[in-house]
């Protein structure tokens, strides 16, 4: 998940560029930017760095192990 901490400075971010007559809205533009982009991350279904690392090295190993059935596959077929 977003460290929700980015989705607070992202949120005060588009509030403080709000044209000064909105400016006596700020917060309540604060809080609707905030659930607006909390909706829209959770739509694009992020996963974790720690997440992202764990399926790297699982395919990482798959494709090792590829290679290795592969060159077995061709050594037992020159035997044949």
């Known amino acids: 998940m977003l460290n929700p901490k980015i989705l607070d400075d992202l949120s005060k971010q588009l509030a403080d560029l709000t044209p000064p007559s909105l400016q006596k809205f700020k917060t309540e533009l604060e809080e609707a930017f905030h659930q607006k982009l909390q909706k829209t991350f959770e739509k694009l279904d992020f996963v974790t760095r720690e997440e992202f690392?764990?399926?790297?090295?699982?395919?990482?190993r798959?494709?090792?192990?590829?290679?290795?059935l592969e060159k077995k596959l061709d050594?037992?077929?020159?035997?044949l």
Do not use: H
């Not at 690392?53 to 990482?60: A, H, T, Y």
């Not at 050594?75 to 035997?79: D, F, I, R």
């Open 62 to 68: 798959t494709r090792q192990r590829l290679e290795q």
């Open 53 to 60: 690392d764990i399926q790297s090295e699982v395919l990482n």
């Open 75 to 79: 050594e037992l077929e020159q035997k």
